[in-house]
Each structure stands twice: as C-alpha cells, then as structure tokens.
C-alpha cells in the first residue's frame, strides 16, 4: 500500500501503462513532474489535453496528424507511384527521419499473427489493395519489420498484388558501422543471400 494522495496514485498507475515504464519508473517520473511542476507538468498536460483534442488517424494512410487526410498524402510531390507499407507510425516516422523516401505511405496497423487472431481484415490490408488499384501506384515497398510475422505479412501482401505492381523489400543484412562478430545469425545468413558485386 502506498502512501501517496489516491490522485497520486491514479497518475502512477496511468503512467505505468506506457511502454519502457513500470510502477517504479512511473512513479519516479510522477514525482520528478511535480517537482518541476512550473516548466513541466502544467505544460505537460496543456500538450496532452491538445494532442486529445487535435490528433487524428488519416483516413487515407493510416498517418497520425491534425487533419483528415495527412499533409504527406496531400503533397502532390509525393504523389510518384511509389507506396512505402509499414506496421504501424513509429515505422513511418523512423522511415521519413531519414529524408530518402519521397513517395507515400499506408499503414497496416501491425502483422499477421495466428496467435493474436489477426488476420488481413484487423489490418489494412483491403485498403491497401484498393489504394494500389486507384491511386496508379507502380511499386508497393515493404518496409515491415525482419520479424516472422513481419515476413509472414509480406508475403501475404505479395500474393494479394501479384502481377498487378511491382512489389519490393527493404534490403537485410549488415549494418552500416556493424561488425560481424556482433550480429546474430540471421542477420549474417539474409546479408549473405542478398549480396551484390562491389
């Protein structure tokens, strides 16, 4: 039993439902917002209390903006032909941080897992089919994770847009900056099979 105020407590448990924090490391954050209640916490909230009343899914490619439809997929200049899939934002963020992808995006959601009961309706998958038929899209590059649910999904996207458009993956293998010694097998066996001539 703790001895922290009952509104103390509600806070620590809210925190503690979000990913990387547990009950301690909520509780230690809870107190270092208080603490710096002036320049953190009020400001905390007034940013929270925004992003729940702005924050909204695209309704044509799963992004997270303020609008509808997402200022990506309302840029004419994105509008190439190329349609980067991802799981979920994290991925497309981590994808537009890098500044090489000048094409657009669709989100699935997540994977394929028997285990979970996710199927291709859970996803975005039937959107994705409808948007390559009318949106003139010339290649769909899977950008999902090396996992085997991740690969599972991409197979399965593959059979769906069979013959109808290009369909590619990222490349697998050896980091930039990584040494052999430290990578796991797999990583070692896919950077193996997909070399190239120097």
């Known amino acids: 039993m703790s001895d922290a105020p009952k509104e103390l407590e509600a806070l620590i448990d809210m925190m503690a439902r979000l990913p990387g924090l547990g009950p301690r490391s909520a509780r230690r954050a809870v107190l270092f917002l208080i603490k710096k209640r002036s320049i953190l916490l009020g400001p905390l909230a007034d940013a929270m209390r925004q992003v729940a009343d ?9 992004n997270i903006g303020t609008t509808d439809i997402c200022e990506i997929c309302r840029s004419e200049k994105r509008g190439n032909g190329e349609l980067c899939v991802v799981e979920d934002v994290a991925d497309l963020w981590a994808m537009e941080r890098s500044g090489v992808f000048k094409g657009r995006y669709h989100v699935l959601g997540g994977t394929l897992s028997a285990l979970d009961a996710v ?8 959107k994705l089919v409808d948007r390559v038929k009318s949106e ?3 290649e769909v590059i899977l950008a999902l994770n090396a996992t085997v649910d991740g690969q599972t999904t991409a197979h399965y996207i593959a059979e769906q847009l069979e013959g109808g458009v290009r369909v590619t993956s990222l490349a697998q293998g050896v980091p930039i900056g990584g040494e052999l010694d430290y990578l796991d097998d797999g990583t070692i066996s896919a950077a193996l099979r997909a070399r190239k001539s120097v």
């Open 136 to 138: 003139e899209i010339q």
């Open 119 to 126: 199927g291709p309706d859970e996803l975005r998958i039937p």
């Open 54 to 62: 702005t924050a909204r899914e695209c309704l044509n490619c799963g």
